[in-house]
């Protein structure tokens, strides 16, 4: 488990202080509130906001985790490595290890995203395709934030594996 307060984290309302103040006033639907409109779409539909990395890594790893000694789930996995490989030709997927590597403790194959319309495509996907595995998605910033990425900005799509994050120093 990670420590939360561990680590700082900036103002969510930075750059936008000394606003009107937002209406309590509910949509047709009596549920959801009235936003203010303004026409323009934030950038983040565009690209990934600040530290997020916009150069070779990508913005976003996302490491599909199946046990190497379930036959079933190597068997799923490798179906589903390449299913990846051919509706999202795009997308940077390396190799299919058969074991564990790095920080992470069982057999793995990775999936580099690079914008957000990739995220935005690719993670609803993964969520109904990826059957019984568990994926990370961890963001990439800067490489001295690689534990923060790996464990407080991280996201699990199924269950929680711990990850060896020795190798992080």
């Keep these: 488990m990670t420590d939360q307060f561990a680590f700082e984290y900036p103002s969510p309302l930075e750059g936008y202080e000394g606003l009107e ?22 950038k983040a539909y565009e690209e990934f906001p600040n530290p997020l990395a916009k150069d070779r890594r990508g913005g976003f790893d996302v490491h599909i985790y199946h046990y190497q000694t379930n036959p079933e789930q190597v068997t799923f996995a490798r179906a589903l490595h390449e299913r990846i490989r051919r509706e999202f030709p795009e997308l940077r997927i390396y190799k299919f290890f058969d074991r564990p590597v790095g920080p992470h403790p069982v ?17 609803p996907w ?32 199924g269950d929680k594996i711990p990850l060896d994050l020795r190798i992080f120093g």
Aim: proline share 7%.
């Design 21 to 42: 103040p937002l209406t309590e006033e509910k949509t047709a639907d009596g549920k959801s509130l009235v936003n203010p409109q303004t026409g323009v779409l934030s």
């Design 107 to 123: 057999a793995m194959f990775e999936v580099n995203l690079f914008t957000p319309a990739q995220f935005g495509a690719f993670i």
């Design 126 to 157: 993964l969520v109904i395709h990826r059957g019984p595995l568990s994926a990370l998605v961890h963001p990439n910033t800067i490489e001295s934030e690689e534990k923060r990425n790996h464990t407080q900005r991280a996201t699990w799509l």
